[in-house]
């Protein structure tokens, strides 16, 4: 990739980065595990990815304890990464959380917890 390359690929909308991050995993899957990590990933189950992401999450929060922004921006990517593989792996892309938060913009923090945290219909009456 050249200078001009990676200055137009910031440019670009997060939303078309993450879109081809996720074409390139899903062409992996199939893939050959001696040749590519993702298909490694794959090829050792759904176990392997959600450790990597524990693994990255724990990274990133000592990254961001750390307070070093290079450091932070590094971990976060990995993070992000593994999320996007795990995604995969159910059948969803990185464009369904795109639209989940853009369902939640505008909405208090405070009442979309409360909206998710609504008792079951057909509960016990609380009266």
């Known amino acids: 990739m ?6 137009s ?7 078309d980065v993450l879109a081809r991050l ?4 899903a062409s992996r899957r199939g893939a050959d595990p001696e040749r ?3 298909a490694r990933l794959f090829a050792k189950g759904p176990d392997a990815v959600l450790k990597k992401i524990g693994e ?6 000592m990254a961001a304890k750390d307070g070093v922004a290079q450091r932070i921006v590094a971990e976060t990517a990995d993070l992000w990464f593994h999320c996007i593989v795990m995604l995969a792996q159910h059948g969803l892309r990185p ?7 853009a369902r939640r ?13 609504q008792p079951p219909a057909g509960g016990a009456d609380p009266a």
């Not at 050249?2 to 200055?7: E, G, H, P, V």
């Not at 690929?9 to 939303?15: I, L, T, V």
Request: aromatic share 2%; charged share 30%.
């Open 95 to 101: 464009s369904d959380v795109l639209d989940e938060l």
């Open 22 to 25: 996720a074409d390139v995993v």
């Open 105 to 117: 913009e505008g909405l208090s923090g405070l009442d979309e917890k409360a909206s998710r945290a």
């Open 2 to 7: 050249t200078t001009t390359d990676r200055s």
């Open 56 to 61: 990255e999450a724990t990274e990133t929060v």
């Open 9 to 15: 690929s910031r440019a670009a909308p997060a939303g």
């Open 36 to 38: 590519s990590y993702v």
